[in-house]
Structures are given as structure tokens and as C-alpha cells.
């Protein structure tokens, strides 16, 4: 999925595009790491809300995706943002994430599918 979102970015905005693609490849490195060592869920939760306030701040600002995807995809980003600080101030643990964050992820990749499906098809 990040070269195939990395060639639609760098079509429209080449910056973009690598900062895009850094912030998925951290996203999928620590991502990897958490799933070994529970220690790094919170930088995990942190390095995808940069990541997806990267992506979906180019699609609201280019269109290359729809633009109502990159909006939802910031207003996830900024739930990340709040989450990792919620448990960061409250001193709860951080276990593997919720059921409920597991379904936004799963949602969001579904609605990032569908453009990506369609356009592929055309």
C-alpha cells in the first residue's frame, strides 16, 4: 500500500510524497516492534497519527484522494494525538490496543481501499 500511495502523491506533490512515505515506513517498522515489546504501543499510536496527518492533509489539499477521506484520516490522526497523551497523563498502562481503535484501523483501510479498487479498475 505506501508505494502505491507514494507514486499517486509524488504525481502531485514530490515533498509530500517522501515525508509520506518515512512516516508509513516508521508506522509499519515500529508497528512490527510493538507487536514484540508492548513498551513501544505508544510510539507506535504516535508515528501513525503523523502519518496519517501527513496523507490525509495532501488529500484534502491536492484531491488525489478524495478529499473527505483525507479529513477522516486527520481526524484520526488527531485521536491518536489525544490517545497516546491520555495514557501518557492518566498513567494507565498501555495494553494492545482496543477493540474499538482495531475497528477504526480496519474501517479507515477499507475506506482507503475503495478509491484505490475503483480507479485500479478503470
Known amino acids: 500500500m505506501l508505494a502505491t500511495l507514494h507514486v499517486r502523491h509524488l504525481a502531485v506533490r514530490q515533498s509530500g510524497a517522501v515525508l ?70 492518566s498513567g494507565i498502562p498501555m495494553a494492545p490496543p482496543d477493540l474499538l481503535l482495531r475497528v477504526a484501523l480496519a474501517a479507515w483501510l477499507l475506506a482507503l481501499a475503495a478509491p484505490l479498487w475503483t480507479s485500479a479498475r478503470s
Open 20 to 89: 509520506g512515505t518515512i512516516a508509513g515506513t516508521a508506522v509499519v517498522t515500529i508497528g512490527l516492534g510493538a507487536t514484540i515489546s508492548f513498551d513501544l504501543i505508544p510510539a507506535a499510536l504516535f508515528v501513525r497519527a503523523i502519518w496519517w496527518w501527513t496523507i490525509g492533509k495532501m488529500w484534502v489539499e491536492t484531491g488525489v484522494l478524495p478529499r473527505l477521506l483525507g479529513a477522516v484520516t486527520m481526524g484520526l490522526a488527531v485521536a491518536c494525538f489525544a490517545l497516546v497523551g491520555y495514557y501518557a497523563l
